[in-house]
């Protein structure tokens, strides 16, 4: 398999499986959400470890913690990704499925956002059409729902904190991960500690196979973000915009299809004004890519030009 091909393959896996998140923590009840996460983090650390050891990355471990502006940089993205990971895992359990594929519908427009107000980036016309849009849907779904969809704009505003900090400390995914597992490995044992001091722990007290599914949180962690990076050295930036779209969808899909979860003719209009706003983002992009492809062609061209006129 070509190195392109095998990163469309990876891409693709690593969002299917996100996609398909619902019904794996949905099948962990009766466990909360805190414990399902406090899970999640412990095992995602031995994953990792596991990883690791075949990778021999441990080098790149022991430099990264004597380093100690990226070990506090990795201590807010431990935070940020932790309230993705709770407040997600909280929509499953209380079906809101269909809510939090909205949080990842929004990401790339609260992207965006950030790069106005963080990076004070220069938005292109269309980019902030495209938000004008966003937060129209915003205002429609808020009067549907009676109330700010917290759930989605926490998932896009954490998730979105969470890229930008790990976009300026530019660390490899596999240690990063487990640093960031490890920084609120301590606090995450507590709890279940304590879960288990008080009889309310469903880990070995429910079934082995709920037990195990409960460790293999770890694994389904680790298994789509190395997939992704994986993708992310082979694939074009456009293909991978195109494809993160994959994920929320098979969310909705899954929360209406699967879960029943409502969704009256309000919310879908709600929706659909995302996909528009969507739809004027991507196209966006994909014209500034052509763009850009046409004028790195054009001066290779006209470089080759003089090289063969100076022969």
């Not at 849907?137 to 917290?150: C, E, I, K, Q």
């Not at 490995?185 to 007290?205: E, K």
């Not at 993708?231 to 929320?248: D, E, F, H, I, K």
Request: hydrophobic residues 60%; charged residues 15%; aromatic residues 10%.
């Amino acid at each position: 398999m070509d190195p392109l091909r095998r990163g469309y393959v990876s891409a693709l896996s690593a969002n299917v499986l996100w996609g398909v998140f619902p019904l794996y923590f949905h099948a962990l009840r009766p466990a909360g959400a805190v414990e399902v996460l406090a899970h999640r983090i412990v095992w995602s650390v031995v994953a990792m470890t596991l990883v690791l050891v075949a990778i021999r990355h441990w080098r790149r471990v022991r430099e990264l913690l004597r380093q100690k502006k990226r070990m506090a940089g990795l201590a807010v993205a431990a935070v940020l990704i932790a309230v993705n990971w709770g407040v997600y895992i909280f929509a499953v359990n209380t079906d809101r499925v269909v809510e939090a594929s909205l949080g990842y519908f929004i990401n790339p427009l609260f992207v965006i956002l950030l790069g106005v107000l963080v990076l004070r980036e220069r938005l292109r016309p269309l980019q902030w059409t495209a938000l004008g849009i966003g937060a129209v849907a915003v205002v429609v779904l808020s009067v549907d729902y009676g109330h700010l969809p917290w759930i989605a704009l926490t998932l896009a505003a954490s998730f979105g904190c969470y890229g930008l900090v790990k976009k300026r400390l530019g660390l490899p995914a596999a240690e990063g991960l487990f640093l960031e597992s490890g920084v609120l490995t301590l606090p995450a044992l507590a709890y279940l500690v304590w879960l288990t001091t008080q009889h309310q722990s469903t880990f070995g007290t429910v079934s082995v196979w709920h037990s195990v599914m409960l460790a293999g949180s770890g694994v389904l962690t680790a298994v789509p973000l190395l997939l992704f990076a994986e993708a992310a050295n082979r694939v074009p930036l456009s293909g991978l915009g195109m494809l993160q779209y994959l994920t929320p969808t098979l969310q909705l899909i899954i929360g209406v299809a699967v879960f029943s979860e409502p969704l009256p003719a309000a919310r879908l209009a709600g929706f659909a004004i995302v996909w528009l706003a969507l739809a004027v983002f991507s196209w966006d992009a994909i014209r500034v890519a052509r763009r850009s492809r046409a004028r790195r062609d054009a001066a290779a061209a006209a470089q080759k030009e003089a090289t063969a006129a100076a022969i």
